[in-house]
């Protein structure tokens, strides 16, 4: 079964850490680029940070940058974001999504995407 399982959600204090796990099954992992997307309560989904080991690149989002790192181990099949610095408004439901096409997951292309995991809610205090 093809699968993205997300865990590592939960519930910190503004300028606090979490690290996001996205563990994958059913597919070679190597041939795809993993990408983190979040819903906002309201909001429209977004496209936080993506990560491909076959071309060597990442991508964050504005928004993120400086604060999260996304890397990868592919002995493991995961993917995981480090969050630091958290602000309220980092607040969302996060997503991992897997795709063949790295751009495809910088782009947004959010309804074309192959894989799709479940969700794990981040919720930071002020």
């Known amino acids: 079964e093809v699968q993205l399982v997300e865990s590592g959600g939960g519930l910190v204090q503004a300028g606090g850490s979490l690290r996001l796990s996205c563990a994958a099954s059913g597919f070679t992992f190597d041939d795809y680029a993993i990408g983190w997307f979040r819903q906002a309560p309201g909001k429209e989904r977004e496209g936080v940070s993506c990560i491909s080991s076959s071309i060597n690149s990442t991508y964050y989002a504005d928004s993120v940058k400086g604060r999260f790192t996304i890397s990868s181990d592919n002995a493991k099949n995961t993917v995981y974001l480090q969050m630091n610095s958290l602000k309220p408004e980092d607040t969302a439901v996060y997503y991992c999504?897997?795709?063949?096409?790295?751009?495809?997951?910088?782009?947004?292309?959010?309804?074309?995407?192959?894989?799709w995991g479940q969700g794990t809610l981040v919720t930071v205090s002020s």
């Open positions: 999504a897997a795709d063949r096409i790295f751009d495809a997951i910088v782009g947004g292309m959010m309804r074309y995407l192959e894989v």
